[in-house]
């Protein structure tokens, strides 16, 4: 679980298509863990856990209530990570040490500099190149 954890941190910066796999396996091992009355008694004594799935339900009603139902559903899937995401690792067994959350920061950080890096390598290579005639801006 940790080490999709680990992966859907790092690969943020570079592809949410890899990032929300990794999620998935995330949320298929917490779903697999077990514990379900320890998870539901965790959610009912956390306001904080309560506050965002009835933040979740109120965008759902409000889905019932819209013109464009389509876009209203679409917003809805991106946003279900959201709820998904901290209520699993709210109730998991596996709690994360300090060390942990600073390591998992540290990989989240470093991918976005490894990212940074690159985006910037490649606007000067793209740039190097139309300015020599050979490319063109995408």
């Known amino acids: 679980m940790i080490a999709a954890l680990v992966f859907s941190v790092a690969a943020l910066p570079f592809s949410i298509k890899a990032c ?13 863990e077990g ?11 956390s306001i904080l856990l309560q506050a965002i799935i009835a ?13 464009d139902v389509h876009t209203g559903w679409f917003s ?18 596996i709690k994360l040490s300090t060390k942990e959350v600073k390591g998992i920061l540290t990989v989240f950080i470093l991918a976005c500099l490894a990212g940074t890096f690159l985006c910037i390598w490649e606007a000067w290579d793209q740039t190097r190149m139309f300015l020599a ?5 995408n």
Request: hydrophobic share 60%; no cysteine; proline share 2%.
């Open 20 to 32: 929300h796999a990794a999620i998935i396996i995330l949320l298929i091992s917490w779903l697999f």
């Open 35 to 45: 514990g379900w009355r320890l998870k539901f008694r965790t959610i009912r004594q």
């Open 55 to 67: 933040l979740f339900l109120f965008q759902v009603a409000g889905v019932a209530f819209s013109d």
């Open 76 to 93: 809805i899937e991106k946003k279900i990570f959201f709820l998904l995401v901290p209520v699993a690792m709210a109730t998991t067994a």
């Open 133 to 137: 005639g050979q490319g063109h801006i």
